[in-house]
C-alpha cells in the first residue's frame, strides 16, 4: 500500500499535516498569517470587529478626543483604558487576544496604548522608527495590534511598514522634537530606508495590524478631510522586562502574571473615577 505512494504525494501529505498542526496550534491566525509575521514582522488585515462595533468605538474616541476638557495631549493619549470603559473593552476584545495570543502565547500583558488621531488636513506625521529602541522593553516578546476605527489609507496617512526590519538590529535614533511630529521627541531612525520597498497598512475600521517591536515603520500626514482614528495596543508576556526605568506597571489581560515584572493595574469599573484618573497621572509619569 504504502509503496503506491509517490515521492510527491508523500511532500503533499507532510505539508497538508504540517498546515494542520499550525492551524490547530493557533486560536485565531491562519498558518499563513503567522508566517507572514515571521517572515515580515507584521500581518494585516485581520478582521476583529464587525462595522457596527468598530463605528461604535469610534465614536467613543471621537467624543474623547473633541473633550476640551480632556486636553488631548501628553499622557492623554496613553493607557487611557485605566480610566475609560470603553478602552478597557478593546484592551480585553476576545478576538484581538485571540490573534495576540497566536503570537505571545497564553499568558499576556498590555504594556499601555496610545491614540494615534489626525485630524482632517493634520500636518502631523510619524518619521521612520523602530518602537523597541527606545522603550526599554528587554526582549522581543512584544507586540503591537494596531485597530483602525475609522479607514486607514495612504490619503490619510495610514502606517508604512519595512518587511524583514525586524531582523534589522536596533538602530541608533535621532531626536528632532519636530513639532509636527507624532513621537513623543521626533525620534527618527539614522539609516537610509527605501521608501520603495515599504508596505502600506491600508485597512477598514474593526480590522487590526499586528507589528513586531523592532519593525521599522512611519505614517505620513492626513491630507483627507475626515478624522483618522487608530489605536496601538502594545501587549507584552510576562517574562519581559522594563530595564530603563525603575518602575512599570501593566495589565493582565489573559493568562496569568508567571513573573511579577511589572505593577499590575487594576480594571476600571467607571469612567473618569478619580482613583483611576490618580493611578494613570502616576504610572504615566514615569521615572
Ligand atoms: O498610527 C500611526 O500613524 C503610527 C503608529 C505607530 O507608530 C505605532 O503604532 O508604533
Known amino acids: 500500500m504504502i509503496s503506491n505512494i509517490t515521492k510527491t ?25 503567522s508566517q507572514r509575521y515571521e517572515l515580515d514582522g507584521f500581518v494585516f488585515p485581520i478582521k476583529v470587529m ?19 476638557s480632556q486636553f488631548i495631549k501628553g499622557n492623554k493619549l496613553q493607557k487611557i483604558h485605566l480610566f475609560t470603559l470603553w478602552m478597557s473593552e478593546i484592551i480585553r476584545h476576545k478576538k484581538i487576544l485571540d490573534a495576540v495570543e497566536d503570537v505571545l502565547g497564553p499568558n499576556i500583558l498590555c504594556w499601555t496604548t496610545t491614540l494615534f488621531v489626525k485630524k482632517p488636513k493634520d500636518p502631523g506625521f510619524v518619521s521612520w522608527h523602530q518602537d523597541g529602541e527606545y522603550w526599554g522593553l528587554n526582549s522581543h ?20 511598514m519595512m518587511p524583514g526590519s525586524h531582523k534589522w538590529p536596533e538602530i541608533r535614533h535621532i ?22 520597498k515599504s508596505v502600506k497598512i491600508q485597512m477598514k475600521p474593526g ?34 522586562k522594563q530595564i530603563k526605568h525603575k518602575k ?16 499590575l493595574e487594576p480594571t476600571p469599573k467607571s469612567n473618569y473615577s478619580p482613583s483611576a484618573l490618580k493611578l494613570h497621572e502616576r504610572v504615566t509619569n514615569k521615572s
Not at 464587525?50 to 476640551?68: T, V
Not at 531626536?175 to 520603495?196: A, K, P, Y
Not at 512599570?248 to 505593577?263: H, I, K, M, Q, W
Request: aromatic share 6%; with cysteine.
Open 9 to 33: 504525494e508523500l511532500i503533499i501529505l507532510h505539508l497538508l499535516i504540517k498546515g494542520w498542526a499550525v492551524l490547530k496550534k493557533n486560536k485565531f491566525l491562519t498558518s499563513e498569517q
Open 248 to 263: 512599570d506597571s501593566a495589565t493582565l489581560v489573559r493568562g496569568v502574571d508567571t513573573e511579577g515584572n511589572f505593577e
Open 207 to 240: 480590522q487590526i495590524s499586528l507589528h513586531h517591536v523592532n519593525i521599522a515603520h512611519c505614517s505620513a500626514p492626513n491630507t483627507t478631510n475626515q478624522l483618522r482614528m487608530g489605536i496601538a495596543i502594545r501587549y507584552i508576556c510576562p517574562t519581559v
Open 50 to 68: 464587525e462595522i457596527e462595533e468598530a463605528n461604535n468605538y469610534g465614536r467613543k474616541l471621537h467624543s474623547y478626543w473633541k473633550d476640551p
Open 175 to 196: 531626536d528632532t522634537f519636530d513639532d509636527n511630529n507624532l513621537l513623543s521627541r521626533g525620534q527618527v531612525i539614522d539609516c537610509n530606508i527605501e521608501e520603495e
Open 141 to 160: 516578546n512584544v507586540v503591537t495590534a494596531w485597530l483602525a476605527l475609522s479607514p486607514a489609507t495612504s490619503k490619510n496617512g495610514c502606517m508604512k
